[in-house]
């Protein structure tokens, strides 16, 4: 019975020795087996989890890796964009520099003075006998003074903007010898050129120049550069100022009150020449103002409104 409890184990090293036996308890046995088991299954086990514990270690050391690199390019994106911007701030804020020396420029062309015609007022000046063919000169100025448009076809925004910029200045420049300016502090016109009524003779005279009026003592501007050729009485004009421009062109201020020049006196445009008053052959306080063009008078009133006519185009 007590063999049946137990195990034999034969021992063979080689047929010239005897066989030695063991005696092993099937308890034991079995116990050592399950051991053997189990140790051996738990070694499978853990050596498939650490295959799969290696193989996501190296696939998250991948993912590291990606995202690293991921992170490089994204931070040198940024660095480029911030040098972009930086940039870009840079050309905005010479952008706004230009604009404003632009916007400045083109305020100082523009005129404030907007006429009003009133028939009522005072008017003056000679009467002239003239032909009819003498009466076109507004055509011919709009074909010998013309803007150039601003330059569109620079590859930058700011080449265009300092484009502009030095345009102007050539075109401002060559309408500083051009009798564009406003002649007198006033908006008030009391005649036009051309034919009228004559104030003293109620007859259909010829009109050589434009009446402004205003009250006595109202700045008269000189409307181009030139130089003063007159400055004194001139018959029916009263106290007058002429100057002469260097591009065929005169302009006269007639009827002042006070000259504030003299012959000989180099003016700039928009200098004070006089202050307004009623001298000579007049009906009232006012300034009679004439351009001469080649001998021969013009109408002032596109020359006057001139600039306001292109900027608001």
Request: net charge negative.
């Amino acid at each position: 019975m007590k063999l049946r409890n137990k195990w034999r184990i034969l021992i063979m090293s080689d047929a010239n020795r005897n066989v030695k036996h063991v005696n092993v308890n099937k308890l034991i046995g079995y116990t050592l087996l399950a051991s053997v088991a189990f140790v051996s299954l738990s070694l499978i086990i853990l050596l498939t989890i650490l295959n799969q514990l290696s193989s996501e270690n190296a696939h998250l050391k991948e993912t590291v890796s990606q995202v690293e690199s991921t992170l490089a390019d994204k931070e040198e994106q940024i660095i480029a964009f911030e040098d972009d911007r930086s940039e870009i701030e840079h050309h905005l804020h010479e952008l706004e520099q230009l604009e404003e020396q632009l916007s400045n420029m083109i305020s100082t062309l523009e005129p404030t003075e907007i006429p009003s015609f009133d028939e009522e007022g005072p008017q003056g000046g000679v009467e002239l006998v003239v032909n009819n063919s003498d009466q076109t000169e507004e055509q011919e100025f709009e074909r010998g003074i013309e803007l150039t448009s601003l330059k569109e076809t620079a590859p930058t925004l700011i080449e265009r903007y300092e484009s502009s910029i030095d345009q102007l200045n050539e075109v401002k420049e060559d309408l500083e010898t051009v009798p564009i300016y406003w002649p007198a502090d006033t908006e008030r016109v009391t005649s036009e050129y051309g034919y009228r009524s004559d104030p003293f003779t109620s007859s259909k005279a010829y009109h050589s120049g434009i009446d402004l009026a205003d009250s006595w003592g109202t700045e008269i501007y000189a409307t181009a550069d030139g130089i003063v050729s007159l400055a004194g009485r001139d018959g029916g004009y009263g106290l007058s100022v002429i100057i002469d421009h260097p591009n065929s062109y005169e302009t006269r201020y007639a009827h002042l009150g006070q000259l504030n020049v003299e012959v000989g006196d180099e003016v700039q445009q928009g200098d004070l020449i006089g202050l307004m008053g009623s001298t000579g052959r007049s009906t009232g306080v006012h300034l009679h103002y004439e351009i001469i063009r080649n001998g021969d008078t013009t109408d002032p009133y596109p020359y006057m409104t001139f600039l306001q006519r292109v900027l608001n185009n």
